[in-house]
């Protein structure tokens, strides 16, 4: 019995370490990457030359990892994207659905408001005092972001626009 106890904490610390590429270093290639985080939820061109992988993780997602490398395919950063800074980063009226994927991955959600001619993607995090919340980004009939919101989910609707 204390094998078995023992063997699934060793395969589940395993297993965390890749959750967040804890391990890897600037310059590593695409493969040392994907041997220790998995195959990538999606893939984008930077328009730098180089290419961004995203690995959302968990149930419903609170985290998101970015990895980005360089045109030489090495490893330039490891991220975590899903918190306030990230958001803050979005440039209302200029950013468009493809700059916003590369900065946070795969949305959670998506709906579509034909009235308004608004699409909206959602992703979950963790804000600043550690609550479940959504960040709602909207973008207008053209693909340009319109407006970010952050709800917390545990609470009254509570908004907070970077417009």
């Known amino acids: ?40 939820a999606a893939r984008y061109q930077d328009p730098t030359g180089g290419e961004v992988w995203a ?9 998101s990892y970015m990895v980005r490398f360089d045109g030489q395919g090495r490893m330039r950063s490891i991220e ?21 994927l590369r900065r946070l991955g ?3 959600l998506a709906a579509d408001f034909p009235r308004q001619k608004e699409r909206v993607w959602t ?14 980004v909207t ?8 407006r970010v919101e952050q709800v917390a989910e545990d609470q009254e609707v509570r908004r907070r626009s970077f417009e």
């Open 106 to 108: 795969p949305y959670w």
């Open 123 to 136: 992703w979950r995090f963790r804000n600043a005092m550690a609550q479940s919340a959504q960040v709602h």
């Open 55 to 63: 690995y959302p993780r968990g149930p419903r997602g609170l985290h």
């Open 1 to 40: 019995m204390k094998f078995l106890f023992v063997a699934i904490a060793v395969a589940s610390l395993s297993g965390c370490a890749s959750y967040s590429g804890r391990g890897l270093e600037n310059g590593a290639n695409r493969q040392e990457v994907q041997n220790l985080m998995g195959e990538a």
């Open 80 to 100: 975590q994207v899903l918190q306030e800074s990230s958001f803050a980063m979005i440039r209302i009226g200029q950013d468009r659905g493809d700059d916003v």
């Open 139 to 146: 973008f207008d009939e053209s693909s340009v972001v319109k």
